[in-house]
């Protein structure tokens, strides 16, 4: 555990700097379009992608403040529920995962995963789940746990922000427009606090209804004390169907770019992202020359999920 830690430690002091890799594509090329991916898929092989990003100054601020013990809420198959309690086994804290959803077994790949890795589990109904936000919900997981540091469901916070924003930073191409997949709208949030003057950033919601991102990076901004540029557009029709809903082109487009770039995508975030960046592509939507920065978020870890739930879908 010490070495583990030691080196958690060691990551949390310095910037990543992800790989940052140009596609090659006719499409491209046609459109006279430089698109680039930021690899932050590649950050860690449990804590990845925007989870790592946010994760990070939440953990600082834990152990700054005193805390052993970190607790948030997640779905069965939740990204955030896996890469948080890998980052208590890396960083030496107690993780609790609230579920939604009455336990089923044999537990999941991700919660199978969240238990080995020390994460003690409470499953909660679905109706429960809907109060986790209330004073008295929080406080009868205190008087059932103890004292710990909250952290809310999908890891976006006000101490979210400054970890996404490095991304921003480390990137080193002159960017048009840099876009992301969204989920609790943290994500680009922090991007938009790192845009620089003619900058945008597009998101994709992975959620129907993702229009209240709007509002959510607002309050992130505020309530985190960082400037923004406002220079956010949302494309809310690539949810396909809904959160972890699918339709056969996006598995079709998932598993074509990764034959053909050698990049694995998820199906319930960065795989709906780049089908719209590059549906847009196609549209015209974006002027001859620009340069585009796609962050590919993580989450490749619900690929097993996925194909446990539907099918062996994704190659």
Known sequence: MRNSM????????????????KIQDSLLEEKEIELYIKRDDMIHPEISGNKWRKMKYNVIEARQSGFDKILTFGGAYSNHIYAAAASGKAFGLQTIGVIRGEETLP???????????????????????????????VSKLREEFGDFYLVPEGGSNAFALPGVKELVDEIDVDFDII???????GTVAGICAGLKTGQKA???????????????????????????????????????????KYKVELIEFINAFKVKHGIPLDPVYTGKMMFGLYENIKKDMLPKGSVVVAVHTGGLQGIDGFNERYGALIE
């Open 179 to 185: 876009c992301a997949a969204c989920g609790t709208g």
């Open 202 to 244: 597009w998101g994709f919601p992975a959620l129907k209804g993702g229009s209240f991102i709007y509002n959510e990076v607002d309050r992130l901004l505020k309530e985190a004390k960082l400037p923004s540029s406002g220079n956010l557009e949302l494309f809310t029709e690539f949810h396909f169907g809904g959160y972890a």
């Open 107 to 137: 537990l999941n790949p991700t919660l199978n995963f969240a238990k080995s890795a020390g994460m003690e589990l409470k499953h909660v109904s679905r109706s429960e789940y809907r109060n986790k936000h209330t004073d008295e919900f």
């Open 6 to 21: 030691q080196s958690g430690v060691d990551i949390l002091s310095r910037q990543l700097n992800s790989p940052l890799e």
